[in-house]
Each structure stands twice: as structure tokens, then as C-alpha cells.
């Protein structure tokens, strides 16, 4: 078993709420690997990155996209970082992983650049582009298809991702 779709992208990029619109259209569950690792950790991202360090965080998302990977059969939501990690990103190859492409306009309305983003809590915007800059390159290169979200609507990304996939 494996997932139907992967979604990734930077914060702000819909991968949770696309993912559940597509969910919906396809008639499949969907998995949000930070919401995974948040439940089995009784605790929030935020404050593993505080209490316990990046590193640690990485370890837990690392081992919960393989499992994912390999048990989830719906849509993959994952982190916003878990591509970049190389291992994570030899998990994804051969999987359909769409990228959820979006501009810090758009990103920074949707998400607020709030504290719960802990590699945004510090100048967010330019630490989105930073991130956004260094990521794209692994986004680009894992995805199968990109999806620009300028501007959309969740529904809309979500029908386009089930086109892509032959599903509408």
C-alpha cells in the first residue's frame, strides 16, 4: 500500500486544506504527517523544535513519512521540510508527489506568519523566502507534478490535482 498523491510545498501552501479538499474528491483519508507526529509526541511542532531541538523534530518526521509512505493509502500531506531531508526524499521517489507551489503574498495571508511555525518566528517573511530559495530546488526535483496555488481556492487546486491524476 501506498498513497494515492504526496503533497509538499513551503508553509502557507495549502498542503493540509488542499489536501483535505482532495481527500474528499478522491473518497480517500488523508494523513498529515505534522498532525501524525503531533498526536503520537501529545505535543505541538513548536514546542518539540523548543524542548527537544530541529534535530529531534527531523528524526520524528523522518521516520513518520516512511512509515506513511509505506501504510497510508489516501493523500500525504507532508511538512514543509520533510523533502529536503535526503533519506525522506529517496522514501518519495516512485510515489506521486505533487508540489504545491505558491509566492509569499499569497502564503503570508494564509498562514500569518504565526509562532507555530518555528523556522518562521524570527523576521518570518524573510525567513520564508530564505526557506522558499533553498527548498525549491528539492521540491522541484522530488515532485512528479507542480501546481501553481496563486490566488486559488482550495477546491480549485484540489480539482486540478485530480485531473493530473486522472481521477475527474
Do not use: C
Not at 505541538?44 to 527531523?58: H, K, L
Amino acid at each position: 500500500m501506498s498513497p494515492r498523491v504526496v503533497l509538499i510545498g513551503p508553509p502557507g501552501s495549502g498542503k493540509s486544506t488542499v489536501g483535505a479538499a482532495l481527500a474528499g474528491l478522491l473518497d480517500v483519508p488523508l494523513h498529515d504527517t505534522d498532525a501524525a507526529i503531533e498526536a503520537a509526541a501529545g505535543r505541538s511542532i513548536s514546542d518539540i523544535f523548543i524542548e527537544d531541538g530541529e534535530p529531534t523534530f527531523r528524526e520524528l518526521e523522518r521516520a513518520e513519512v516512511a512509515r506513511a509512505v509505506e501504510q497510508e493509502h489516501g493523500v500525504l500531506a507532508l511538512g514543509g521540510g520533510a523533502p529536503v531531508d535526503p533519506l525522506t526524499e529517496q522514501v518519495l521517489a516512485g510515489q506521486v508527489v505533487v508540489f504545491l507551489d505558491v509566492g509569499i503574498a499569497d502564503a503570508s495571508r494564509r498562514v500569518g506568519f504565526d509562532q507555530s511555525r518555528p523556522l518562521l518566528a524570527v523576521n518570518p517573511r524573510a525567513s520564508w523566502v530564505r526557506l522558499m530559495n533553498e527548498r525549491r530546488p528539492v521540491y522541484e526535483r522530488v515532485a512528479t507534478h507542480r501546481v501553481d496555488t496563486a490566488g486559488r481556492t482550495p477546491q480549485a487546486i484540489a480539482e486540478e490535482i485530480a485531473t493530473l491524476l486522472g481521477s475527474s
